[in-house]
């Protein structure tokens, strides 16, 4: 079945180091890929997105390139703040169903 | 918009007893999803809905567990009897479509069963 495969965490940097996320996917047909962040009690908010081949999501800072020849989302930023410690999580979107990995927590140290 | 709310925000239980959690989706949003997270099984999808209708409830652990949505702006979850591994973060979320869209997530219930 459809699943992502997300670098397993916890990921600890220190303040303006640069960050790489991996995520890898299989599925049926060409998905439209998220990337979600979790702020500290809180729930899921959508940080970034791609519905096709080559599309690059980008926000706060954060990018991501669709790439379909390696079926990879990988998520990158080039200086990380303290404020981005969070768990990010992949997920595409399959159909009609919402998918996701078990995340990766990022802590980000002055 | 006030975005998913969920009810209560954090609930202690005793083991056996009945909980009863709640979610208020966005409205004009007509799917609905229940997630379960915890630290080791990370966010699992329990059961969702469309147009009030349970779609896939394949994730619901047990028979414990069940889930109801009697109308667009409300839904709830019911754990009975509660036992101490249900013990989690419950999400709701909900979305316009279930399809290319993003999930608006409420902040959640805290459960613990002692």
């Known amino acids: 079945g459809d699943s992502v495969t997300q670098m397993e965490g916890p990921v600890t940097l220190s303040e303006e180091a640069f960050l790489t996320i991996n995520c890898t996917y299989t599925?049926?047909?060409?998905?439209?890929l998220f990337w979600y962040v979790q702020y500290p009690g809180e729930g899921l908010q959508l940080l970034l997105k791609?519905?096709?081949?080559?599309d690059k999501g980008s926000n706060k800072g954060f990018e991501a390139t669709y790439r379909k020849e390696t079926t990879s989302f990988h998520l990158e930023k080039g200086s990380v703040q303290v404020s981005d410690s969070a768990v990010y999580f992949c997920?595409?979107?399959?159909?009609?169903?919402?998918?996701f990995g078990t995340g990766t927590s990022l802590t980000v140290i002055p | 918009d006030a975005g998913v709310i969920q009810s209560p925000r954090h609930e202690v239980t005793e083991m056996g007893q009945e909980v009863t959690l709640r979610c208020k989706p966005i409205?004009?949003?007509?799917?609905l999803f229940w997630y379960r997270q915890t630290m080791m099984r990370g966010l699992e999808l329990l059961i969702y809905f469309n147009n009030n209708v349970p779609i896939d409830d394949s994730g619901m652990p047990e028979d414990r567990f069940s889930a109801k949505m009697p109308n667009a702006s409300f839904s709830t979850l019911k754990i009975q009897p509660s036992e101490p591994r249900d013990s989690a973060v419950y999400f709701c979320?909900?979305?316009?479509?279930?399809?290319?869209?993003?999930?608006?997530f409420g902040s959640g219930t805290q459960l613990s069963v002692l």
């Open positions: 599925a049926t047909g060409y998905p439209s």
């Open positions: 791609a519905t096709k081949a080559d």
């Open positions: 997920a595409p979107v399959p159909g009609n169903q919402f998918y």
């Open positions: 979320a909900s979305s316009f479509s279930a399809v290319n869209e993003k999930l608006f």
């Open positions: 409205s004009g949003h007509d799917y």
